[in-house]
């Protein structure tokens, strides 16, 4: 068995990319920054998508920041695109800017004045509405240590420069980003929810797209709330889907052998951790025909 896994291993190695993609060359849509966010997968998500002309649907079962949605809506790749997250910080932003009153959002963070005491009143406020739930997840993310936004998150300390909380504070930038992302909202639904129940209720869909990316074996227990999925159980509804999928793991012999028993293929991709280290991360798919 371990010869045979290391066989099969050895033949993808040959398949693998070599070049880490330079993310400044790709649209930054994303209201968030996003621990294990994908920005740097957009070039290959593209071909992915351009396998197949047709008008499709696209599922994110596990959207996180929703790169892979928002430039799908953005550049046409799909008719419609369904995003799901379990999150229910993350999920009140997205609740918000498709489903809600965006322009609330994008004009309170515009005129937010940034200050320690600013920040408290707005973390203790009680009852907060899903707009207040949106507006400090937005905050956290930004002024938290690694966009972390998980309990017991730190505070940025320097940042950029040593503007410390300030350092990831672009109240502009983010207004136009949620102002962009009304434009397109039409094309995008959102549902607070798991991902597994989503990907079960449309297994059958043989025209649909289904862009896959699990919290990590690893990394997920730091950066998520919701980080303690069971990956065997989403390799099993994964090769179970009649229509497309791409799937996104970190390279371990754990992942590489749920590929192996349920016989999925894949590929090797480097990239660049926020440390600068390079590592390879794992994509799983139907078919590699797109691949290039
Ligand atoms: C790796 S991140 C996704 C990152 C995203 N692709 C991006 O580019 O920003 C995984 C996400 O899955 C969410 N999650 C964890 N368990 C989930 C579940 N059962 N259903 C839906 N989302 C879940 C986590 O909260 C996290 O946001």
Redo the contacts with the bound molecule.
Sequence with gaps: MENQLSIFNIEKEKLAKTNVVNVASVPQR?P?R?P????WLIPTVRNWLRQDEKPKLLH?????????SLTAAFENFAQHISM????ED?AAVWDVLINGDYEWLANKIFHFELTSENISKEFEKENKSINDIAFCTILKNRIFHGGIITKGSGLIKNGENGKGILSRWYPKTLRDRMMAISMVRHKLSFMQ????SILESCKNEKDSFFFI????TKAGRRL????D?DHEKLFEITSKLSGKFMMTYDDTIEIRELAEKYNMEFRTIPMKTTHHIKKNEIILSDNFTWWK
Aim: glycine share 20%.
């Design positions: 994303s968030f996003y294990g966010g994908k920005t994110e079962p596990f959207a996180g920041g929703g790169i892979v799901v997250e379990l999150d993350v929810g798991d991902g597994f990316d699990p919290p990590y998520y709330t919701y980080f999925i």
